[in-house]
DNA sequence: CTGTTAGCGCTTTCAC
DNA sequence: GTGAAAGCGCTAACAG
């Protein structure tokens, strides 16, 4: 039923052998042969067997992706770089592609456990992790056992957006998210704003963790107290960005900045103060952070600080298929720039 | 070196076998045999072969996910909602999952069918094609041949957001965008508005054709006459609808409404009037298309048709995995829902 | 440059 | 309920 190497090497008069060096080209072929066993192919529309050229060949050309949210473009551009640099030289031909296996973490450690094991399971060339990660203690040994296992199959491990995981030599590019929530937060305070409210990610995750810190950085470097108040945790979501100032407003309608845990709450934040009747940037300012691309089209335009997210994930990509050196000890570390827009100014008075 | 199930069988003190059976439940096994089974699998950290097992028994757990561009919350939303269908059963447990494998074809024909190949090459268990079709006739009948071959193989195989593909029993969950274009055009007329420009997708794609047929449709319904000059072609990005804008406002400064292929357009389509000192909607009228999250953010709001993304991505995904019927005829068509928001309102004078 | 020969690690009849 | 054995379709030494 199913045509297989064998039926093309009957039909080019060669042996299996030879066709699969043919189809896999690393090896030297005479023209003629190789070009008697592509007619073959192409008549008898063959399309190798990837399972069983897996095992006999004990690699895949599948790479797997790990995500937190597939449907946010934070994800999604680091992701599709990726992607776009795992795949084969770009001859058209379906050879020496790779694929990307996205897995939806949703952000559950054991579904991250989950999907490591699955890669495993698939003997995947590489892993990408990308975005923050979870501090629970528990979960990080976890993760570092799992990625030992895949590293000493043969998997390259690449961390993207993510701090280098202890106990294992992945690289890691990571952000430097505590130096831009910093200078984020420094640029308020230039302006003149003290009241300035903190709309967090969920807790125990490095992301929310590092911009959170940069933040209060920034506020000791200032001697502006850190009322506990005005700081609130939420999900990456508009909706939590939303709800957050509403109730930021109600314990303090003196607060005069808003600095959001992403862009994405950010634009949850400004909704949610023009219902309440407030001006931005006159009455509050807002910034986000990740500079995605509708942030510059938000009316005032997000001021925000802006990560090389496709730069990221494209290099991530590159030296998870070995085409690019690891940086040196094994961790690089990408800076974001601060993108001064409308959205925040002076406060008034 | 890496641990098979010959280990585990021999650690059990069972033949490979009784491990296999164990392992992929669907076989009576004794309780306290299976029990010293997991035991051992546990011991020895054993992680099944995908490759081999899916060689041996002929299907994979991957399933393949087609879409235009990953960064896009269009496609990123629809294949997070595909993915969350084709898990296992939530136990926790890494069994039964199935895998998603994220194709980014950046629109382009050749990547679609070179993907399709190697899904195919995979043994991929099911296929998902997301979004708009590009109706060049040879794409179209490329694509109709590989999908067969895809079913004969016993691929499902289930388009999303994507017209029928003549010639093949493909599952369809199409959305109905020329209904949607009418309706919003219609929105506009019924506003006063007469002079509506048009920011088309790029050519030869189905969604870029139905939704400009339903737009023309309410307009001749109207008796309005379809001046060329007031439709551009271009990608579905936010450049596109910038720079559309200006060239449509250099052709026609008389337009009082600017109708956009989808969101992101109209976003650009809405940064370019601003910097043309045009006020929307006093000065023009602006729609999009998706009901993207960002587009009730935007200011003023977003008239748009609303298309239930993720609930059609769930349910191609129940179909791929033979959790739900297919619908009469193998063809669901979804309605989108017009969303009437600030960014229209009546032409002034 | 090409053919021969063993497996890769698992599933699955078929017996017991 | 469990074991034995025969492949699944391909790759990778080795020869030649």
Redesign the interface.
């Known amino acids: 039923m199913?045509v297989t190497l064998a039926d093309v090497a009957a039909r080019a008069q060669v042996s299996p052998a030879t066709v699969s060096r043919v189809l896999n080209g690393n090896y030297p072929v005479a023209a003629k042969t190789r070009e008697r066993v592509l007619r073959a192919v192409d008549e008898l529309?063959y399309?190798?067997?990837?399972?069983?050229s897996?095992?006999a060949a004990a690699t895949?050309d599948?790479v797997g992706i790990l995500v937190n949210?597939?449907?946010?473009?934070f994800?999604?551009?680091m992701?599709?770089a990726v992607?776009?640099e795992i795949g084969g030289q770009p001859d058209?031909?379906?050879g020496g592609?790779r694929?990307?296996?996205?897995?939806?973490t949703g952000g559950s450690p054991?579904r991250e456990i989950?999907?490591l094991?699955?890669?495993?399971?698939?003997?995947a060339a590489a892993v990408v992790l990308t975005g923050g990660a979870v501090e629970n203690p528990a979960h990080v040994e976890a993760v570092s056992a799992k990625l030992r296992?895949l590293a000493d199959?043969g998997t390259r491990v690449v961390l993207c957006g993510r701090p280098p995981v202890p106990g294992t030599d992945a690289v890691a590019i990571t952000f430097d998210n505590r130096g831009g929530g910093q200078r984020l937060t420094e640029h308020l305070i230039a302006l003149g704003h003290r009241r300035i409210a903190y709309i967090a990610g969920p807790e125990e995750r490095t992301t929310t963790r590092h911009r959170l810190e940069g933040h209060r950085d920034a506020l000791a470097a200032h001697g502006i107290e850190d009322d506990p108040r005005l700081t609130v945790h939420g999900p990456y979501d508009?909706r939590s960005g939303y709800d957050a100032t509403l109730e930021l407003l109600r314990r303090d309608r003196s607060l005069t900045a808003i600095v959001a845990a992403n862009d994405?709450v950010a634009?949850?934040a400004?909704?949610a103060l023009?219902d309440e009747g407030l001006r931005i940037p006159d009455d509050v300012s807002v910034a986000g952070f990740d500079d995605l691309?509708?942030s510059?089209?938000?009316?005032p335009a997000l001021t925000t600080v802006r990560l090389p997210l496709a730069a990221a994930g494209a290099r991530a990509g590159r030296i998870a298929m070995g085409r690019e050196e690891r940086p040196p000890g094994g961790i690089a570390t990408v800076q974001g720039e601060l993108m001064v827009r409308g959205s925040t100014a002076a406060p008034r008075g």
């Open positions: 199913t529309d399309v190798l067997n990837g399972p069983a897996a095992l895949s599948l949210d597939i449907a946010d473009p994800f999604g551009i992701a599709g992607q776009s058209g031909r379906a592609e694929l990307a296996v996205v897995c939806n054991e989950t999907y094991t699955l890669l495993q399971r698939q003997r296992r199959a508009r994405t634009l949850g400004c909704a023009r691309p509708f510059i089209d938000a009316v």
